[in-house]
C-alpha cells in the first residue's frame, strides 16, 4: 500500500527497547495481560515493541479494536508460529491457518453448522440432554476436585456428538482425553514468548540432539498428540457410516457425498471437524467454571438468579431453551460471566497483511497484533468496579443504561471472530440454568469451620482458567434431587 519512508505516521508509542533485541527484556512471561495494560496506561489505547526487528502492537482499547475490525480484511492473518503452528500442527486447524481459501472454506463450514440461533437450534435439545447429565455427575460426585472434571466431559461429550456424532463414555472417554491432551499442548505451544523458535524461527535447524535442539523432542510429542486427535475420532465417525450405524453430525453430513470430494476438500473437512472440537471444548469450560466462583463470591446474585427461576418455571421441571428469553437476569448472569472471566486474555494474535494506518499510527505489514481483551474486559472507564461479579452492568433501568455489551469484546474481532460464539453461549447458558434450578452454590469450610472464600485468579496460556477452588454443592431440595434423578423427556 504505502512505504514506511513514505509514511507520515509514526509507530505507536511503548516502551523503549535495547538495540537488536528490541524490547525482548521488557516482554513479560506470565500474566502478560497485566504488563500489557500497564503499558495501557502508560502509552493509550496502541502501543507496540519490537522483538528482534518484529513489530509487536498491543491494543488496550475498544476502539481501536473497532477500527482493526472495519479494516478485517487487512487485519485477518495471523502469525506463522514455529513451535505451535508448523512443528506441531496448529496451522492446519482454523484458529491458526493463514488467511486465504482454506480459511474461507473452513469458516464456511462451521458457519454452516453453528453460525446463528437458527442453525444452532437443531442442537438444542442435545444441549438439554448432556447438561442433565452433567447435574447428574455433580449430584453423585459433588467433590469440588471433580468439578471441573464434570464441566469438561459435558462439553467434550456436546462437541464429539456435534461433530462425529460420538456418544463419550461416561468413565474416563479415550477421545475426551484425546482431547484434553491435545488443548493442553495447544495452550502451551502457542504462550507467546515461550519458545525461542518463534523468535529466531531459524533455529528449527538445529539438530534435535544438539545444544538448544531440545524443544524438536517436545514439538514431536504434541505432533504424535495432535496428530491422533485430527485422525482417531474422525476415522471412528467413518466407521460408524460405513456401518450404518452413524448419528447426523457435521462429519457424516460432509461425507454424504464422499465420492465425488477431492483430498483437499477431506482434508478440510477433517481439520475443520478437530479445529472445532480443540477450540471449543475447552473455552467454555472456563467460563463455566467461573460461574462457581462467582457464585461462591456473590451469593446475592446466586439468591436473585433462583428466584427468577423459581417464578418463571418453577420447581416441577428444569429451566429449557425456551425459557431464555423469559429469564433476563440470568440472562445478565451468562453475560456477566463472559465479561468477568477471560477465556483468552490477550485473544489470538493477528498479523497485519500489508502496510496501515490504526488510530493515526503507522502499522507495518508483518506486524503481529495483540488485543488485550482481560484489559478491555476490565477498563473501568467501560465497567465501574471491574472485578465485581455484577450482573445489574447488562441490564438497563430508566435511570442507566446497560454497560457495554462484552460479547463485542470477549470474541475477538474481524474475520477472525469467534465463530463458535453462539455455541458457546448456547452452552453457557443451559448450564448455568440448569445449575441454579437444582443445586446451591456455597462457600467451603476450612479444617477450623472457618469460610473458604477463593479469589479469582487466571492461569496462564493463550486459554485461561480460573485456578482451582473449593466450593460446596448442594441439591437445593428433594424436589430438586428428583428432577436431577429424573430421565429429560423432551
Ligand atoms: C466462552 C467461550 C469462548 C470464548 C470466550 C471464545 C473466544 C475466542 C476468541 C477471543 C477467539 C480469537 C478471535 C480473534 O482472533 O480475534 C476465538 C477463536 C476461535 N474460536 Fe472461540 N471462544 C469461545 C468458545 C468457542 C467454541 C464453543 C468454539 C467451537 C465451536 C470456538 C471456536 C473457535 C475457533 C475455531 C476460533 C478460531 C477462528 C479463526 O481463527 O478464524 N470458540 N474464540
Known sequence: MFSRSKNPAPLPPGPKGIPIVGNILDMPSEREW????????QYGGISSVTLMGQTMIIVNSTEVMEEL????????????????GELVGYSKTLVLVPYGN???????HVSKLIGSNNAMAQFMPMEELET??????????????ELSQHLRKTSGSIIMKLIYGIEVQEKRDPFVELIEHANDNFSLA??????????FPSLRYIPPGFPGGGFHALAAKWAKAF???????YSYAKEMIANGTAPVSFVSTSLEDEAKLTPEEIFEIKHTAASVYGAGADTTVSDQYAFFLAMIRHPEVLKKAQAEIDSVVGNDRLPSFSDRENLPYVNAVVTEALRWNSVAPTGVPHRAMDDGVI???FIPKGSIIITNLWYMLNDPSIYPDPFKFDPERHISTSDKPAQRDPRTICFGFGRRICPGLHLAEASLWILIAMSLAVFDIKPAFDEEGKLIIPEHELTGGTISHPKPFKCSIKPRSEKA??????????
Request: proline share 7%; hydrophobic share 35%; charged share 30%.
Open 34 to 41: 497485566i504488563t500489557f495494560a500497564d503499558w495501557g496506561a
Open 69 to 84: 475490525d472495519k479494516k478485517g480484511s487487512l487485519y485477518s492473518d495471523r502469525p506463522r508460529l514455529e513451535m505451535g
Open 102 to 108: 482454506r480459511f474461507r472454506n473452513y469458516r464456511r
Open 132 to 145: 442433565h447429565k452433567f447435574l447428574k455427575r455433580v449430584l453423585a460426585d459433588p467433590n469440588p476436585d
Open 190 to 199: 502457542t504462550k507467546p514468548g515461550a519458545f525461542l523458535v518463534d523468535v
Open 227 to 233: 496428530n491422533d486427535m485430527v485422525e482417531v475420532p
Open 359 to 361: 488510530a493515526g499510527y
Open 481 to 490: 434431587v428428583s428432577l436431577i434423578s429424573a430421565e429429560l423427556s423432551r
